[in-house]
């Protein structure tokens, strides 16, 4: 135990006197919540819209007034002919131009039927869509509201409710992604590229020669990432609570004990990356391949894994952290119990037992 | 018998088709410098790695400070020390911290540690620099630390694999006196290496030729047996037998 401890406090040494490792493991979980919660959202507000108004009248008037009470859009100019909508949409800050066409309101009073016209800069398909989407509901609503008036017998309304995430909030989505990475970028890269920085030293030759068990010293390095590894969960919790609103609807101690095994999961990765690289660069490079990437792509945090083809959402299965990430979103978004996600946590702690034996299986080997 | 610390007899370790190391048996006297010789490849890292408990033999036996290879490595690992040519020390903590870290993964206790510390930092002329980090210090003294780190536990045997390797010859010559003091002190040191001047300074010398050992004998008994005036010249005559190639 002894032997176990001043190990431990030697690879507190280690972290705490190199400044790229401590910003890794203090400084970057803040600054990834921070950036994916602020600036990385999939939300759009306040975009800026231009409109061309060649009928100016009362209907047109209010369109375009409830159009910029909405949060979604800024009028930033009025134009008057059609050369000018390329020029703005060069210019880059305009998103979306709608275009009135001469006789707007005369149209709609007297044949019930008038048009827009929304042109969007589809340069971001994603921004486009979700810009025409919410301009048309908002031109919807103000024609379900006049025809409202003029007695016609059907109206067909169609009504959106976000379960979990009225306001559709990109934090919601972001939050249990950000924990995935980070626990994986701590726990599975840092404690393989340490374990195989003392292989390359010789420091580890010297260590098994030692009366210390090998696998004792490959577990007494992973301690300290996974004291780390919690400052990290609770910082990214908190900061997620107060800083991005997002709630914490399921108990706070189901969360805490999935992050763990999560966390577990991670480290158990670490040591079996550290056990077949040689070098800091092969550890870095399987790590960051192997399971930083399919942590982005196929964890569902991204991309849904509902709508990949098959081979890929049968690879999807293979990454802890699809896992990970479903059970955060119950927990902390739907506020759903254990009894929801047992099927994952079971998959989780398989692969913690199959993991931590095939690293220690590994171990043993190399040393035969 | 108590004064013999190595004995080994036909050990052998095969990889698959390849014998590494093919029955060699020698044995080492307590307190006594023995240096193992051979060219890269002559399976002298492989030898030391079943003498210090990190892999099994295929065949043969072995006692080291008296404890049987197969069975009892894991007292083995208690009495003895080993130190690379890489030094082993982390750069990152200091010359206290090192000596503290690697007394602690031996067991040792606080009050043994601090002790015995202090008069290692005395000897070695580094009281002063006891609380810089490894890092800064000139390679030479990095050296000389290593093997005070190596032998701080006092074991009986210390194994030191080509640890002059890459140091000027004055550090050199100041290293062999720690050795020689490790001795005189009653602990036997086993030592590879690539230079031959310092194979002069071994009690015994053995060279290893693919996977056996050609000579053992003092570097004056070999000379002469070679009819050679240096231990340069023995171990060229040696080495050309050669058939492996060096890894």
């Known amino acids: 135990m002894k032997q176990f401890l001043s190990f431990v406090k030697k690879e507190f040494h280690h972290i705490f006197r190199d400044v790229r490792t401590m910003f890794i493991l203090l400084a970057m979980p803040v600054a990834q919540i921070i950036i994916f919660g602020f600036a990385l959202t999939n939300e759009v507000k306040n975009s800026k819209i231009a409109v061309w108004d060649q009928s100016v009248d009362a209907a047109t008037a209010s369109l375009v007034s409830e159009l910029e009470a909405s949060r979604y859009f800024e009028l930033e100019q009025a134009i008057h002919t059609p050369g000018e909508i390329e020029t703005i949409f060069k210019k880059g800050e305009v998103k979306l131009v709608v275009i009135f066409p001469p006789h707007f309101n005369e149209d709609l009073q007297h044949f019930n039927k008038a048009q827009v016209q929304l042109i969007a800069d589809a340069s971001d398909p994603n921004v486009a869509n979700t810009l025409t989407n919410y301009a048309s509901a908002i031109i919807l609503d103000y024609q379900n509201r006049i025809t409202q008036n003029r007695k016609m017998p059907y109206t067909i309304t169609t009504e959106m409710r976000m379960l979990y995430n009225p306001e559709l909030k990109g934090a919601y989505n972001f939050v249990p992604g950000v924990m995935a990475m980070v626990l994986l970028l701590v726990c599975t890269m840092m404690t393989a590229i340490t374990i195989v920085r003392e292989k390359e030293m010789g420091t580890m030759e010297v260590m098994l020669v030692s009366p210390m068990k090998p696998f004792r010293i490959v577990l007494a390095k992973a301690v300290p990432y996974l004291l780390l590894s919690s400052v990290n969960i ?131 080997i190399r040393l035969a | 018998m108590a ?147 190596a032998i701080f536990h006092e074991p009986r045997l210390v194994f030191l694999d080509e640890p002059t390797g890459g140091v000027d010859p004055v550090t050199r010559r100041e290293f062999w006196n720690l050795i020689y003091e490790a001795a005189a002190s009653g602990i036997t040191v086993f030592v590879t290496t690539h230079y031959m001047d310092e194979a002069e300074y071994c009690n015994r010398v053995s060279i290893m030729v693919d996977g056996r050992i050609d000579a053992l004998d003092t570097p004056g008994g070999l000379k002469r047996s070679f009819n050679a005036v240096s231990m340069d010249e023995v171990f060229l005559k040696l080495a050309r037998k050669a058939v492996r190639t060096a890894d």
Do not use: C
């Not at chain 2, 580094?126 to 780190?149: I, N, Y």
């Open chain 1, 234 to 364: 609770a910082s990214i919790l908190l900061l997620s609570k107060y800083v991005l609103d997002v709630p914490i609807n399921g108990s706070l101690l189901l969360l805490i004990g999935e992050s763990f095994l999560f966390t577990l999961v991670s480290l158990a990765l670490g040591l079996l990356i550290s056990s077949g690289a040689e070098s800091q660069q092969t550890a870095m490079f399987i790590s960051l391949v192997g399971m930083f990437l399919p942590t982005v792509m196929l964890s569902g945090f991204m991309f849904p894994v509902e709508n990949m083809p098959l081979p890929l959402r049968t690879v999807s299965n293979i990454v802890p952290a699809k896992w990970y990430y479903i059970i955060v979103k119950s927990v902390m978004i739907k506020g759903t119990g254990l009894h929801t996600v047992w099927k994952e946590t079971l998959v989780l702690a398989g692969m913690l037992v199959f993991f931590l034996g095939l690293a220690m299986r590994n171990f043993k």
């Open chain 2, 3 to 149: 004064d013999k610390v190595i004995i080994a007899e036909k050990l052998t370790k095969r990889f698959g088709d390849f014998t590494a190391v093919d029955a060699i048996s020698f044995e080492v006297n307590r307190g006594e410098i023995f240096g193992f010789l051979g060219a890269n490849g002559a399976g002298k890292t492989t030898a030391m790695r079943m003498l210090s408990g990190l892999s099994m033999p295929t065949s043969g036996k072995a006692t080291v400070a008296g404890f049987d290879v197969y069975r009892e490595n894991e007292k083995i690992k208690r009495n003895i020390g080993y130190m690379s040519q890489k030094f082993s020390l982390y750069e990152d903590l200091t010359v206290r911290e090192n000596i503290r870290f690697y007394a602690g993964i031996y067991g040792k206790s606080s009050s043994f540690i601090r002790e015995k510390t202090n008069s290692v930092l005395q000897e070695l002329h580094l009281t002063g620099e006891a609380d810089k980090l490894v890092r800064s210090l000139p390679l030479g003294w990095k050296q000389k630390l290593a093997f005070s780190v």
